[in-house]
């Protein structure tokens, strides 16, 4: 994962630093070595100053003013880091070893026990332009064909004059730096007509996650950079150099990112076709679809928009304009129905249930639980234990929870 390591976002928990820290009489070095890790359980907080002083391997520092979940932060560092008094820390390698120096007043830390272990995230792209199978310029003049239907995507560039397209049920007019890019699978063959002289790039290439593109059909006039990432592959479907087809590859995926970010623009300043209205409704019902197959799983708003490739401000948009709510809000509602079922079936305690759903403390849990439903969870336990008396479905007598099961 790519943290942001700027002073300015650092300094509300420390800051960085070029020189070793020389420690006073009331203050000690400890020489650390840490092997690699993936996750935490517990984080250390100290109410005076901490310095830390990497000399070998690379790690991310995790941390918060508070040891909640939600307000947990992440830092790469492969330098010298101050921390503020009661900054809650600790440290995820992700090197083989770690060496440093811990610089701490003569005092043992408080140590406080996650709820949920923190699991560092490495990013990866959630798509990958696997193949160009054809890449080509043609220049025509009265020209009218029709494609064959096959299983992989087309880019249609515009370089001069006007192209025709029949997509399904749509037709789509192409001018100059315009650009679209067709879906496999179309109903029926694609119509290309040029009744004046045109020149156009056609790439037909291969990705292995159609759901995660979401601007098909969409027609974009370029950006400056988009036209320079296509000018730079056109040039290289001319060479023949050794690194000629890592090199399409590349830019074709950065033509990509950048009509994945030029589509969440128009999709907010904007309002969108038919066929567009439609791919952003399929959209959705992957998202919730995803998020309800993970409902018991720690999952975040960023791990969703990193898994379908949708800017943060996107998914508040589609999440608002269908469901009238916020992603956060929708996965907190369906976690906290899951957490209903669960206290009904008497199977685990509030504690475990809180642990099951991923939130960061059975304390956040049960808050939230009281807010949506105006009851906490063990007065939702003991009511369900007094309606199964009631109505005798049990001989026995129910083993009812409480708030610190």
Do not use: W
Not at 107 to 114: E, G
Not at 137 to 149: A, K
Not at 295 to 307: G, L, R, S, W, Y
């Amino acid at each position: 994962m790519i943290h942001t390591v700027s002073d300015s976002v650092l300094s509300s928990f420390g800051s960085y630093y070029d020189e070793p820290f020389t420690p006073g009489p009331h203050e000690r070095i400890q020489r650390l070595h840490l092997m690699h890790t993936k996750s935490v359980d517990q984080l250390y907080v100290y109410p005076y100053e901490v310095h830390l002083e990497l000399s070998r391997g690379i790690a991310s520092l995790l941390v918060g003013t508070s040891p909640q979940g939600e307000d947990l932060k992440a830092f790469p560092i492969h330098h010298y880091v101050k921390l503020n008094p009661n900054t809650y820390f600790n440290l995820i390698v992700h090197s083989d070893e770690l060496v440093f120096n811990l610089i701490i007043p003569d005092a043992h830390p408080a140590t406080v026990k996650l709820a949920v272990p923190y699991l560092y995230q490495p990013y990866f792209s959630p798509f990958n332009v696997l193949e160009i199978l054809d890449s080509y310029v043609t220049q025509v003049t009265d020209f009218h064909f029709c494609h064959t239907v096959h299983d992989y995507y087309e880019l249609f560039f515009v370089i001069d004059g006007t192209l025709t397209l029949g997509l399904t049920e749509e037709t789509h007019i192409l001018h100059a730096n315009d650009l679209i890019v067709c879906g496999p699978h179309q109903p029926r063959p694609r119509q290309t007509i040029c009744d004046t002289p045109c020149k156009y790039l056609t790439v037909v290439f291969d990705m292995g996650n159609a759901e995660r593109i979401h601007f098909l059909g969409q027609v974009f006039s370029c950006s400056a950079s988009i036209q320079s990432a296509l000018n730079k592959l056109i040039a290289q479907s001319m060479s023949h150099s050794f690194y000629t087809q890592t090199l399409m590859l590349c830019y074709l995926q950065e033509i990509i990112v950048q009509l994945m970010q030029l589509s969440d623009q128009m999709h907010q300043s904007h309002p969108l076709a038919g066929s567009q209205q439609a791919i952003r409704a399929d959209l959705l019902q992957q998202i919730v679809s995803y998020m309800n197959q993970k409902v018991a799983d720690p999952i975040t708003v960023d791990e969703i928009c990193h898994k379908f490739f949708i800017s943060r401000s996107s998914l508040q948009a589609l999440f608002k304009s269908h469901l009238h709510t916020s992603p956060k809000n929708y996965l907190i509602n369906i976690k906290l129905q899951k957490s209903k079922e669960l206290i009904q079936k008497k199977c685990h305690t509030i504690s475990e249930i809180s642990y099951l759903l991923g939130f960061s403390s059975i304390h956040y849990f049960s808050r939230l639980f009281k807010k949506y439903y105006n009851i906490s969870p063990s007065e939702y336990a003991k009511q369900i234990c007094r309606q199964q008396q009631a109505e005798s479905i049990s001989p026995s007598q129910p083993e009812c929870y409480n708030e610190k099961s």
